[in-house]
């Protein structure tokens, strides 16, 4: 059986090593290996990569014609109150196991990034993006805070469910 995969390896690409004289091939490929690089001259499913990497979305939708509005103070206040109250809620839950005393100051933490990020960076969906998150999990760290990675959890899984909704909502956008 393995002489016929060398057999049929060799058909492939003529310019493979004569086939080895015992059925099993040996345990040094690099010796089998073409100019090109691929093993058994045989090439790899996967396309190469685009010298340069274009978006999906930004090549389907005219991406340099397309753009995004400014952000909006007014929404970025409204949603800032939700999310320091759903933070508030959600932390209290689970003061005991992670926050302990802080959860005041873990939540004035994130609410800070948060509003920061709405009022200078978010223009709508599409654009709300994962370093904010990083931010507060950072900012908690660096004030000694404990359950830094719990808070930023708990503040992603709100923005996922929420911002882009209110947004459109807000809006007016189906």
Known sequence: MATSVWAAAAALNPTLLPLPSSPRPTRSV???????????????????LPAKVVCRRAKNAGFEDYKFPDPIPEFAEQETSRFREHMMWRLEQKKEEYFGEHVEEIVDVCTEVL???????????????????????????????????????????????NIDNDWKAWTGDD
């Not at 690099?30 to 190469?48: A, C, D, I, Q, W």
């Open 30 to 48: 690099s010796s089998t290996r073409p100019s090109g690089g691929h093993l058994l001259g045989l090439r790899s499913r996967r396309p190469p």
């Open 115 to 161: 509003s920061n990020f709405l009022r200078h960076e978010y223009c709508g969906p599409g654009t709300l993006l994962v370093h904010p998150f990083l931010d507060m999990k950072g900012e908690i760290k660096e004030k000694g805070l404990p359950g830094a990675p719990q808070a930023a959890r708990a503040a992603i899984a709100w923005a996922e469910k």
